[in-house]
């Protein structure tokens, strides 16, 4: 099982079980309550919505923008159907959260789209699944079989008149239908590119009509932000950073998993959570808020606590929650020559600066990296980063280009070291094999 612990849970309380994932287990945890309520009692849509801002529940998928607010960007008076769109298209590398609500947690997550939907008007929704995780897809189905037959999505739910139709959507492994307009484009059959914005989802959204768009552990979390109210899910957290939140980290510790812990709490004490560093080795960097968020030194991370605020004035971003850990063992020319490889595999090619950006800076790190570097290839890759990033239609763009940057930045002897020396800065002895520590054969 991938959820490993949690401090104050809420999305993760109760999962101890091997059938969590089933309808009458959610029941027997309070599930649907808030939906059989809002409905039985004719909850005004604006007191929900009102609810949701009260908790300052930023989105989970990594923009952080206030929930309650995207909420009210939906048009009240808009004849015809509205649409909610769940984006579980999770393709970052380092990031495995969604996933496991997904398997562990689906009602959750359909009892969250189906209170938006009364919220915000919506008649029918999606949840756009990442195609590598077929498991979680057929999970979903499953879920969703459940509740359709206990009358909780459909026509006339629990006799209140609100309908409301939910299904899957299966991607295909593309990381670019992880950006919201290329989602809705995968979903209505085409290619999956981003749009140009404006018009934005909420004026012209799938099939032209509004819509909106929420991460897996956003939706997931609705149903106990109206159960125990939005202000009391706020002081679990801290000011602009309400509740708790799901971090998937991976790397260099004893427990790899998921963990879900209050806004606000110290990066130590989550890495604490994690078992430590594997094998005792010192902590070197953390990029913490999935691949595409700047890279921090290990003693930056250690002051920072885990909320949008804190790794943001560090010169990161939160992001999804995804904390890549690596020790002292790490190459940082090695580990960011990867991550470009993703960014250049992953351009949809749609934009010139991003198409024939990642392609040269997989190049330069890549040549950098097999002892071919050049004097001025740092400033070059500076100059390459500075002509993609807000220049592309979508953000994969500035997502190829803040790793560069701030690998460079804060680990510019080790580049410079492999540029001048035609070898790597960390000792041989103690390289990371992938599968483990190895002495490497002088």
């Not at 649907?32 to 919505?49: F, G, R, S, T």
């Not at 992001?319 to 020790?327: E, L, Q």
């Not at 250049?344 to 330069?364: D, I, M």
Request: aromatic share 10%; with cysteine.
């Amino acid at each position: 099982m991938a959820i490993l612990g949690a401090i104050n849970p809420v999305l993760m309380a109760g999962l101890d079980g091997d059938n969590s994932w089933q309808l009458k287990d959610y029941v027997a945890r309070g599930g649907y309550e808030m939906l059989k309520k809002i409905l039985a009692e004719n909850i005004p849509q604006e007191q929900v919505i009102a609810e949701v801002k009260a908790s300052v529940l930023r989105g989970r998928g990594g923009a952080g923008f206030p929930t309650g607010l995207k909420w009210s960007f939906m048009p009240r008076s808009f004849p015809g159907d509205k649409y909610v769109v769940c984006n579980t298209d999770e393709g970052e590398p380092g990031t495995f959260k969604d996933r496991d609500l997904i398997r562990y947690n689906p009602h959750a997550v359909i009892e969250g789209m189906a209170i938006a939907a009364y919220a915000m008007g919506a008649t029918r929704g999606y949840n756009y699944i990442h195609g590598e995780v077929w498991e979680m897809y057929k999970r979903f189905e499953a879920a969703l079989d459940e509740a359709r037959a206990a009358g909780f999505i459909g026509q006339n739910i629990l006799g209140s008149g609100f309908s409301f139709e939910l299904f899957a959507h299966h991607g295909y492994g593309a990381y670019i239908c992880g950006e919201e307009t290329a989602l809705l484009e995968s979903i209505e059959g085409k290619k999956g590119q981003p749009r140009f914005k404006p018009p934005f989802p909420a004026s012209f959204g799938l099939y032209g009509k509004p819509t909106t768009i929420n991460n897996t552990e956003t939706f997931a979390s609705i149903p106990f932000i109206l159960k125990m109210g939005g202000e009391s899910f706020l002081n679990l957290g801290k000011p602009n950073n309400g509740g708790t939140k799901l971090f998937s980290v991976s790397g260099h510790v004893n427990r790899p998993g998921n963990y879900e812990i209050p806004m606000g709490t110290p990066f130590s004490e989550l890495l604490q959570m994690c078992g430590g560093m594997r094998g005792g080795r010192k902590l070197k960097a953390v990029i913490p808020g999935g691949s595409s968020s700047p890279v921090l030194p290990g003693d930056v991370m250690m002051d920072c606590t885990m909320d949008y605020d804190s790794i943001s004035k560090a010169g990161s971003m939160l992001g999804s929650g995804a904390v890549i850990v690596m020790d002292e063992s790490t190459c940082m020319v090695k580990s960011l020559e990867r991550l470009s490889f993703f960014y250049y595999e992953e351009s949809c090619g749609q934009c010139t600066p991003c198409r024939e950006g990642t392609n040269w800076l997989y190049k330069v790190v890549h040549r950098i990296e097999n002892g071919l570097g050049r004097p001025d290839d740092l400033d070059l890759l500076s100059s390459v980063t500075t002509n993609i990033m807000g220049r592309t239609i979508c953000a994969l763009g500035d997502a190829a280009s803040m790793p560069v940057q701030s690998f460079i930045k804060h680990f510019r002897d080790e580049f410079a070291h492999h540029i001048e020396h035609k070898t790597c800065l960390v000792p041989k002895d103690v390289q990371w094999a992938g599968s483990g520590f190895h002495k490497v054969a002088s």
